[in-house]
Structures are given as C-alpha cells and as structure tokens.
C-alpha cells in the first residue's frame, strides 16, 4: 500500500530564507510524485511532478524537488522564501494502473502549513 | 487558461437530507475524480469516473454516495442521506488522458459542506 509522510505540519521561515518542505513516501513500486499547493480559500495547484527521466524537477515559482529513490523522499525546496509563498503544501503520490487504464488516484501527505515573516 | 469550476463554494445542510455537488471539469478532459478534506486532516480520494462508469473508490465511497455525468458537461456527487461526518471540503478534480505518461489531475476550488 501507498503512503506520504509530511513532516512538520508548519514551518516557519524568513522572507529571504531557503524553504525546505519534507515529504517521504512508501510504495511497492517506483510511483509518480507531486507536490501541491492550496491557498487559502482556493483548490489544489500543482507545483510540480516526477513521473520519468531527471530526478531533480523543477516547478512553478521557483520551487524544486529531488526524487531520491535511496531515501524514498521528494523534498520541496526553495532558495529563497517570498511571503506569497505563505500556503498549504500537500505532497502527493499515484500509482498508475499501467494495465487497467490508468486511473491514477492521487495518495496526499497531511500537509504542510508555510508561514513566512518578514 | 481552462480550469475546473465547482458549485456551490459553500453548503449547509441537514443531517440526513440529500446533497448534490456539482462540478465542471475542464472540457476534453476524460478522467474525473472527487475527494475530500475533512477539516484539519488529509485529502482523501473518494472516487474515479471513467467513460461513464466508476472506475475506482475508496472504502469511504459507500452506499450513500453516488457520482454521475448527466451531461456532457457537468459531474456530480450526490450524498443521499448526509451524516455528521459528511462535512468537509469536497475536491472535484479532472484529467486528460494521453498514452504513456501520468498527466496532471486539475482540481478545483471545493465546496466546503457543513451538515447539521
């Protein structure tokens, strides 16, 4: 079975400062993994993906993540926090059902809350 | 840019009373889904709908729900008879389908319920 583990469900950091959101997962085979961000009253943006190929990927303002297979994690970061950055993050992970169509139900992580103070 | 509508944003309900939530997905769009959010904890799937019928769902997805597409535009979640427990942000998401590669899932904005 599937699973995300977030850790630290808040992080605090200063404007200006790297951000670094922890995400572990457990699967029986190599899954494909993502992270979203939801602002407040807004639904689930995608920040970026790993399905193939490069492990280190990189995503919409500014952020990145490296997919290490060895330590089963795909942390979120980013060089330098800007408080619009000031969110939900939820890691997330799917399994394709390569031979039944690909259905893809998405496994989230309980999430992140980023505060950033000036 | 095309994106996935819900309505309504927010529903007070009666326990016991049926719910109907409503979204639209992104229009060429094949694969739908619907999760939730119970305040404070995960995002949990719920349900995936494929070419007219469910594909997958999860133990939560029982028989007091039910999904369809009675159109060729709109994707609905229906809860017959809410419970206490039913309350929560319900997530619809929706996704092309391309051979090969995993495509994004877009979700939408949610609607939150509330049952009384």
């Known amino acids: 079975a599937q699973s995300v583990t977030q850790l630290g469900s808040h992080v605090s950091v200063s404007e200006g400062a790297l951000v670094l959101l922890r995400c572990n997962y457990s699967?029986?085979?190599?899954?494909?993994l993502f992270w979203y961000v939801q602002y407040p009253n807004q639904g689930l943006q995608l920040l970026l993906k790993?399905?193939?190929?490069?492990?280190l990927v990189k995503g919409i303002n500014g952020f990145e993540a490296e997919f290490k297979k060895s330590e089963t994690s795909f942390h979120l970061t980013k060089p330098s926090a800007h408080m619009s950055d000031a969110a939900e993050y939820f890691c997330?992970?799917?399994?394709?059902?390569?031979?039944?169509?690909?259905?893809?139900?998405?496994?989230f992580g309980a999430g992140t809350r980023l505060a950033v103070h000036p | 840019e095309p994106e996935v509508t819900q309505t309504p944003s927010h529903q007070v309900t009666q326990m016991g009373q049926e719910v109907i939530l409503r979204c639209v997905p992104i229009?060429?769009?094949?694969?739908f889904y619907w999760y939730r959010q119970i305040l404070g904890q995960k995002v949990e799937f719920l349900v995936s709908?494929?070419?007219?019928?469910?594909?997958?769902k999860s133990e939560i997805f029982d028989d007091q729900f039910s999904v369809e597409r009675p159109d060729g535009s709109n994707f609905t979640l229906k809860i017959r008879s809410t419970k206490l427990e039913d309350s929560a942000m319900y997530f619809c998401?929706?996704?092309?389908?391309?051979?090969?590669?995993?495509?994004?899932?877009?979700f939408g904005p949610g609607t939150r319920l509330l049952v009384l």
């Open positions: 998401a929706s996704r092309v389908r391309t051979s090969g590669e995993q495509e994004t899932q877009y």
């Open positions: 699967s029986s085979v190599p899954p494909y």
């Open positions: 790993y399905t193939t190929g490069a492990t």
């Open positions: 997330a992970v799917s399994l394709a059902k390569l031979f039944s169509g690909g259905y893809n139900k998405l496994i």
């Open positions: 229009s060429n769009h094949l694969y």
């Open positions: 709908f494929y070419n007219n019928e469910i594909s997958e």
